[in-house]
């Protein structure tokens, strides 16, 4: 028998730049609940100082499409059209929301959306940077991504703002403090369901 409370599924989504990752960092340390983030795996390259099975599980195209052909993943898109494939994987969802955890899935419109259609019952949440111009001074700034990169990170931005009534909760971050608590706010609310 298992007597941990049940875990949650949490989605947060929002286009590249919005802080999703700074944002979730801060929550992680700072709010009270077993939060735990879902390492996706994906065949984009390792930014500098990025951990293998901890930022992401790097893999390559053959090693991807193999566990895609064996349904090892809960959902999986190609982002931005570049190539580049980014996954969840079903098993340690399952072993954390097992486990009690509240696992965090950071991951784009697409791939929320085949999730929502599940029968996870995630928390959706939608971190947006307040405007299209604040989006790509912080892509500029981060300095990570080349010029053709941070374009097609922007039209998809455009695209995937269409989908933001589809998250039950918009979350503006125009400071990383306050859209933190926000957040954890929110989640507690669901603590006793
Ligand atoms: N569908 C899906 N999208 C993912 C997954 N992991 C990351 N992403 C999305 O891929 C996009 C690019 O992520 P990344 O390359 O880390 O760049 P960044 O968002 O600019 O930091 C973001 O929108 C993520 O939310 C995943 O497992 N599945
Ligand atoms: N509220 C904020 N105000 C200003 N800059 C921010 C804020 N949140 C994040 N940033 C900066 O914006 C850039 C993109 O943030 P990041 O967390 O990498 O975004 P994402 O994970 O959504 O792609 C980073 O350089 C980060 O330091």
């Known amino acids: 028998m298992n007597s941990s409370p049940a875990g949650r599924l949490i989605i947060i989504s929002g ?31 390792p930014r500098p100082g990025e951990i293998d099975g901890q930022d992401y599980f790097f893999l390559s195209h053959e ?15 190609e982002v931005f059209g570049l190539g580049y494939w980014y996954g969840t994987l079903r098993d340690p969802v399952a072993t954390g929301v097992n486990a009690g955890k509240w696992v965090i899935l950071e991951i784009d419109v697409e791939g929320a959306l085949d999730v929502m259609e599940s029968d996870l019952n995630p928390i959706t949440l939608f971190l ?19 010029d053709a990169q941070i374009a097609a990170r922007l039209a998809t931005a455009e695209t995937e703002f269409q989908s933001i009534s589809r998250y039950q909760y918009p979350i503006i971050n125009d400071h990383v403090d306050r859209a933190v608590d926000e957040i954890c ?3 507690l609310q669901y603590r006793d369901c």
């Open 15 to 45: 286009p590249s730049g919005a802080g999703k990752s700074t944002v979730l960092s801060q929550l992680l340390q700072n709010c009270p609940l077993p939060l735990q983030m879902s390492v996706s795996a994906t065949t984009r390259a």
């Open 63 to 77: 090693r991807f499409a193999e566990l895609r052909e064996a349904g090892e993943f809960l959902e999986c898109k």
């Open 185 to 187: 706010s929110i989640l």
């Open 128 to 146: 947006h940077p307040g405007g299209m111009d604040e989006l790509e001074r912080r892509l500029r700034d981060r300095n990570t991504e080349t």
